[in-house]
């Protein structure tokens, strides 16, 4: 069983960055695939980025493309998402979720999830 925990979030002012981290416990994620979704209040959960195992090829949501940059850290088993310029729009919980096999942003298809970290963006 895989544990997923995230953390970095918080408050920050339009333009500003944030760092969120998924720590990652009970498998080695090397083989995994990754990702990143949100959900802001009312709304479903989204895809926001993936990347993928054992060479790390990756895809984001086309709203954070050029803003937002996935990676991963297989010997700390750790995936990160760097967040810069933020927009109001991208206030939401984040989730961290992992999945064998290729990256999708279909979010049924992740069999693990972390329990989330709030992200605010004040204007």
């Known amino acids: 069983q895989v544990q997923l925990v995230e953390s970095g979030g918080g408050l920050v002012q339009a333009g500003g960055s944030l760092r969120l981290s998924c720590a990652a416990s009970?498998?080695?994620?090397?083989?995994?695939?990754m990702g990143w979704f949100r959900q802001a209040p009312g709304k479903e959960r989204e895809f926001v980025a993936a990347?993928?195992?054992?060479?790390?090829?990756?895809n984001y949501a086309d709203s954070v493309k050029g803003r937002f940059t996935i990676s991963r850290d297989d010997a700390k088993n750790t995936v990160a998402l760097q967040m810069n310029s933020l927009k109001p729009e991208d206030t939401a919980v984040y989730y961290c979720?992992?999945?064998?096999?290729?990256?999708?942003?279909?979010?049924?298809?992740?069999?693990?999830w972390g329990q989330g970290t709030q992200v605010t963006v004040s204007s």
């Open positions: 979720a992992g999945r064998r096999g290729i990256a999708t942003t279909n979010r049924a298809l992740y069999d693990y």
């Open positions: 990347i993928r195992g054992s060479g790390g090829s990756t």
């Open positions: 009970g498998r080695t994620l090397s083989t995994y695939t």
